[in-house]
């Protein structure tokens, strides 16, 4: 039986894992792929009251489940602690692989030199996923320390890229920037996009009204932020672009999703920031909301807001990005206001018609034309542009690149 073992930098807990790993785990255990999954414990362990559940799936589906802990804060560099604790359990493993088809699917970078171990002595294909914008934002360090970690794992990722069988991103953008920092050719870098789960959505008989009346929400046109809070992030230009149109409708209220855990110092102190932000911009808590819900029902929260909205700064390496919290709020039926440096996501606003583009080099004027009531009417609006982002669209890209894999 063949088999896929899958490399996940975050517990599977996590709502990130569950939201874009979780899916192609099932698939694969329903497609009758022996599966494996390998997941970090010790880090972004916020939703850990949700594993005794969790790990009853995978049991359930058959998916055999590895772990390994990797501490917050290590003596070795990252890429060679998870490395080096992968290679220590899975080699007698792996090293007898050729009595079964495998390959290994990984989503971060801190799995490289396992990945390029288990390719040269064992010859395992493997996928690679550099899924976030940490290999493009080298570039941009400037401290001698980062720079020197940064060349270090360009080496090893451009290395990696030409050695995978496929290399998987998420826009057409992230590949030619790939393709270009490494310059090479880019042949087997495939642009699979994130996806919402077309599993979870709600029925089209839900009640909205009394999820809304459940999150004290009900009368108000509710404005959603999700996900982190991070340096990345605009939000300070989100607070303002909602205090402006507060003023051309005061029901409109701000709601925000966060997550509850932070590995990053900078995070954590611009999230205790945000109310100082608020107060700024005179929202008080009668404008705004801070919370959080259980990633497996996050599509009931998210449908009961209107609207949303993601900021982000002008950085190329950001701008290249298809936020998982934007793919989500499509699956939900929300309409996204976004700036027009996010490139991938302006096209689909700007295709389906439904949201709206913010210039930060013409703010006032860009905000003066968003009309809250027509923003508002197009929620739960779907299209065919939006809908290639579901489930039901790109979990198939996967396991044909899966399949190839295993023919070749």
Not at 80 to 98: I, P, V, W
Request: aromatic share 14%; glycine share 4%.
């Amino acid at each position: 039986m063949p088999k896929i073992l899958f490399l996940s930098e975050m517990p599977i807990t996590n709502g990130v894992i569950q939201a874009q790993l979780l899916p192609v785990l099932l698939e694969s255990a329903r497609l009758g792929y022996a599966t494996e999954v390998l997941e970090t414990t010790g880090r972004f362990d916020a939703q850990e009251k949700y594993r005794p559940e969790m790990e009853k799936k995978l049991t359930e589906t058959g998916i055999v489940l590895r772990k390994i802990n990797v501490p917050r804060f290590t003596f070795l560099p990252s890429i060679l602690y998870f490395s080096l604790q992968s290679h220590g359990l899975l080699k007698k493993q792996l090293a007898t692989s050729a009595l079964e088809p495998t390959i290994i699917y990984a989503r971060n970078y801190k799995f490289i030199p396992f990945l390029l171990w288990a390719n040269y002595f064992w010859h395992i294909p493997f996928i690679y996923s550099p899924r976030g914008a940490y290999v493009a934002e080298r570039k941009h360090y400037r401290k001698i320390k980062d720079l020197a970690y940064g060349y270090f794992i360009g080496l090893l990722e451009k290395h990696a890229t030409q050695k995978s069988f496929a290399t998987i991103v998420e826009t057409e953008q992230f590949k030619k920037h790939l393709a270009g920092l490494y310059q090479i050719d880019g042949k087997n870098i495939t642009v699979i996009p994130n996806y919402w789960d077309a599993s979870l959505l709600p029925e089209k008989n839900w009640d909205r009204d009394e999820m809304r009346e459940k999150l004290g929400l009900s009368g108000k046109k509710i404005i959603v932020y999700t996900g982190t809070v991070e340096a990345w992030y605009a939000f300070e230009k989100m607070v303002a672009l909602v205090a402006q149109l507060r003023k051309k409708d005061p029901t409109i209220f701000f709601q925000l999703f966060l997550k509850e855990d932070y590995a990053r110092t900078e995070s954590l102190k611009i999230m205790q920031a945000l109310p100082e932000i608020f107060e700024k911009y005179g929202l008080g808590k009668d404008a705004y909301a801070i919370s959080s819900y259980p990633p497996a029902e996050r599509y009931f929260y998210l449908s009961a807001c209107d609207a949303s909205i993601c900021l982000t700064t002008t950085a190329e390496f950001k701008t290249m990005m298809l936020y998982l919290k934007i793919v989500d709020f499509w699956g939900a039926g929300l309409p996204v206001i976004a700036n027009k440096e996010i490139a991938a996501v302006r096209n689909v606003i700007e295709n389906s018609n439904t949201g709206a583009v913010v210039d930060y080099a013409d703010w006032e004027e860009s905000v003066a034309k968003i009309d809250p009531e027509k923003l508002f009417k197009k929620s739960a609006t779907y299209s065919q542009e939006i809908e290639k982002y579901s489930s039901e669209k790109v979990l198939p890209l996967y396991f044909n690149l899966f399949e190839k894999s295993f023919q070749e």
